[in-house]
């Protein structure tokens, strides 16, 4: 079946500083993919819609300075977290549905990255 | 808005047991409803689904049935394997392509 790559699966970082989780289709195009993130023993939560040469479509109370989307191709979309805390650490999954074919509610997911900001 | 509920786990079973995971929903209109599974490194894999009120999803022994008059969708299996250790996940969608999703219930299966 179709795979979606996630870089890194594990991040530390200090507070403050920046991270960069890429997500990759491998073997087909998504010119729409979505970005979840998930605390321990609760739902995944979506937090915005990542849309190829457009701006992210962002979830209500989540900080669209905070996490920067960029979709710049249609194999690629990048969260990066900006600034840090402790209170961002969590499991971020991405997930895109084919451009063409599988049906409308067709998703492949990533295998999620871990944050912990110490 | 949406929600769905699942049931708390871990849930710990012998291999060959019967399994159920609970599942239940409130959403407006008719979504969709979906079993993910996730092992254990891996991505989320969708195991079966069901589109409209009496459907039954099925896949690798596992069924669930959308039942609208409970608003259930409960999973289950006749005969767990080891192999079948994961987290799995219940979601519904309501817009085609937005996804919410349960808190996930972690099996794990004996030998």
């Known amino acids: 079946g179709a795979v979606v790559s996630q870089h890194p699966s594990w991040v530390i970082c200090k507070s403050g500083t920046s991270v960069k989780i890429e997500c990759r289709s491998l073997d087909f195009q998504a010119t729409t993919m979505f970005w979840y993130r998930q605390f321990p023993k609760q739902s995944l939560m979506l937090m915005a819609t990542s849309n190829e040469g457009s701006k992210a479509t962002y979830e209500q109370g989540v900080e669209k300075d905070k996490f920067l989307i960029n979709h710049a191709s249609l194999t690629l979309s990048t969260l990066t977290v900006t600034s840090a805390h402790p209170e961002d650490s969590s499991f971020y999954i991405c997930?895109?549905?084919?451009?063409?074919?599988?049906?409308?509610?067709?998703?492949?997911f990533g295998p999620g990255t871990r944050l912990l900001v110490l | 808005g949406d929600s769905v509920t699942q049931m708390e786990g871990p849930v710990t079973l012998s291999e060959e047991a019967f399994l159920t995971i609970n599942c239940t929903y409130t959403?407006?209109?008719?979504?969709?409803l979906f079993w993910y599974v996730q092992y254990p490194g891996e991505g989320l894999q969708l195991l079966l689904k069901a589109t409209k009120a009496d459907d039954k999803g099925s896949n690798k022994g596992f069924e669930a049935t959308y039942r609208k008059e409970t608003t259930s969708f409960h999973l289950e299996k006749g005969s767990v394997q080891v192999s079948d250790s994961a987290v799995y996940f219940c979601a519904l969608s309501s817009l085609g392509q937005n996804f919410v999703f349960g808190p996930g219930t972690r099996l794990s299966v004996l030998p």
């Open positions: 959403a407006t209109g008719y979504p969709s």
């Open positions: 997930s895109a549905p084919p451009t063409s074919g599988g049906g409308k509610e067709t998703q492949y």
